[in-house]
């Protein structure tokens, strides 16, 4: 039997500040666009009120969970080139029906793994640290550290381009180990063994484990 830790091999710690990768957008605001770490404030913060007014609901409720992920996570990523670069140059080789499932069951991986970790969050603090990028450049990484109480704190970079004045974000560095790069070596090794369909289908087949009622999923 096929799990998903072979698929994605993320310590919890990474699903858990994968998260806040995945919420790092937002829209053109009146007198301009904020900066990237403006953008990443200020969507932590709302994270915060969300998971502080609804801890119970997340803790018992799946449906919740994965609708509120697809409602506050979904929109604001850049899929298409996080998928592109997480594939490699399987993504070149792949025809485009092929890219088009492959993102769109990647992006409910992603998805429905950073729901599993809204009920691990606890409380949290952010320190941006030096960003070295030019002022009107449209790549950016933002640096950080995420503090929590007990914990050591952990760096975290977050790779961001501004699309149409929409910063979006494609991709997390946490102590050194990028998200993308963990899943180019996982998904790299499913293509080599099974081919693109075969990489599509497992995902496919762990989304549909995951989305299956408690009793289904407990009797595995």
């Known amino acids: 039997m096929m799990h998903e830790t072979s698929v994605c091999r993320c310590p919890p710690w990474v699903v858990i500040a994968s998260v806040l990768l995945a919420l790092l957008s937002t829209q053109v605001i009146a007198d301009g666009v904020q900066t990237p770490e403006a953008v990443i404030k200020e969507v932590s913060d709302e994270l915060k009120i969300i998971l502080r007014d609804n801890r119970e609901r997340i803790k018992t409720d799946r449906a919740y969970v994965f ?7 979904a929109p604001h990523v850049d899929f298409y080139r996080l998928s592109s670069l997480a594939l490699g140059k399987h993504w070149r080789r792949a025809t485009p029906a092929q890219q088009q499932e492959f993102m769109r069951q990647f992006q409910r991986m992603l998805v429905r793994t950073y729901a599993t970790a ?4 606890g409380d949290w603090s952010m320190r941006f640290l030096p960003r070295h990028d030019a002022q009107d450049a449209d790549n950016v990484i933002v640096r950080s550290e995420i503090q929590r109480p007990g914990a050591t704190p952990v760096t975290v970079s977050y790779r961001m381009h501004r699309n149409n004045g929409v910063w979006m974000a494609y991709d997390v560095v946490i102590e ?20 693109m369909d075969g990489l599509i ?3 496919s087949r762990l989304n549909d484990q995951r989305i299956a009622p408690p009793k289904l999923a407990d009797s595995d």
């Open 67 to 73: 609708r509120l992920a697809d409602e506050v996570v």
């Open 118 to 121: 809204f009920r691990e969050f």
């Open 176 to 195: 050194g180990i990028s998200l993308i790069t963990n899943y180019r070596s996982t998904f790299s090794k499913e293509v080599r063994r099974n081919g």
């Open 201 to 203: 289908k497992r995902i």
